[in-house]
């Protein structure tokens, strides 16, 4: 299923959601809402003419997840999901990908969320559909004076591009060198170093540290 650590999709933007009917289906298909939010795709549910489930994809199409009709509004009355990609300028995109109905391909899945997600999951990164994740990394320190009072620093981050952190990585290790600081110990290569320092008993830990996610 969708990585729980993965920062989510940012909420729809329109003026149904104070609306109790639009509430109830959000919380009623949570389970589902917050796994493609994770993917991560803007997620929102359609409360008007017809209850489904929509997510916005990369190049203006989007998911729509419905059942044999509508969204019933109780899960447990659900008779499957199915998943169409649609876009509403261009009627050549319209395909069932996931069908869990009785009738569809993957009926033994029925009202299992987990293949649901994977499938829809599979779909857009095979697509390049969904937004990108990138991971953020800063270059830290932590250390202790001679006066044993800890020392933590953000030097430099958050940064988007792995290469550039070791860069700055590499610059700070080499001004700490000059400084007159000892390096005792070095662990982790050029992938993910982490050095310790030594200058008239103070100590010092400069390390490459992952501080979250961002999606582009």
């Given at each position: 299923?969708?990585n729980e650590?993965?920062?989510?999709?940012?909420?729809?933007v329109h003026?149904?959601?104070?609306?109790s009917?639009w509430?109830?289906?959000?919380?009623?298909?949570?389970?589902?809402?917050?796994?493609l939010?994770?993917?991560?795709?803007?997620?929102n549910?359609?409360?008007g003419?017809m209850?489904?489930?929509?997510a916005?994809l990369?190049?203006?199409?989007?998911?729509?997840?419905?059942?044999?009709?509508?969204l019933?509004?109780?899960?447990?009355?659900?008779?499957?999901?199915?998943?169409?990609?649609?876009?509403?300028d261009?009627?050549n995109?319209d395909e069932?990908f996931?069908?869990?109905?009785?009738?569809g391909?993957?009926?033994?899945?029925?009202?299992?969320?987990?293949?649901?997600?994977?499938?829809?999951?599979?779909?857009?990164?095979?697509r390049?559909?969904?937004p990108?994740?990138?991971?953020?990394?800063s270059?830290?320190?932590?250390?202790?004076?001679?006066q044993r009072?800890?020392?933590?620093?953000?030097?430099?981050?958050p940064?988007?591009?792995?290469?550039a952190?070791?860069?700055e990585?590499?610059?700070?290790?080499r001004?700490?060198?000059?400084?007159?600081?000892?390096?005792v110990h070095a662990?982790?290569g050029?992938?993910?170093p982490?050095?310790?320092?030594?200058?008239?008993?103070e100590?010092?830990?400069?390390?490459l540290?992952s501080t979250?996610?961002v999606?582009?």
């Amino acid at each position: 299923m969708s990585n729980e650590l993965a920062p989510l999709a940012p909420m729809p933007v329109h003026n149904n959601t104070e609306d109790s009917l639009w509430l109830a289906l959000w919380s009623a298909y949570e389970p589902v809402i917050t796994a493609l939010r994770r993917i991560p795709l803007v997620t929102n549910v359609e409360s008007g003419n017809m209850f489904a489930i929509t997510a916005e994809l990369t190049d203006g199409s989007y998911l729509w997840i419905s059942s044999v009709e509508d969204l019933p509004m109780d899960p447990a009355a659900l008779e499957g999901f199915q998943v169409k990609r649609l876009h509403d300028d261009n009627p050549n995109i319209d395909e069932v990908f996931y069908d869990s109905t009785d009738s569809g391909e993957q009926s033994e899945h029925g009202n299992n969320v987990v293949p649901l997600v994977q499938a829809i999951t599979a779909f857009v990164t095979e697509r390049s559909l969904a937004p990108r994740v990138i991971d953020l990394v800063s270059v830290r320190l932590r250390g202790v004076t001679a006066q044993r009072q800890p020392v933590s620093k953000l030097l430099h981050g958050p940064l988007a591009d792995n290469d550039a952190a070791i860069r700055e990585y590499g610059n700070v290790v080499r001004a700490m060198a000059e400084k007159g600081w000892t390096c005792v110990h070095a662990q982790g290569g050029t992938d993910w170093p982490l050095t310790v320092w030594e200058l008239n008993d103070e100590v010092g830990i400069v390390y490459l540290a992952s501080t979250g996610q961002v999606i582009v």
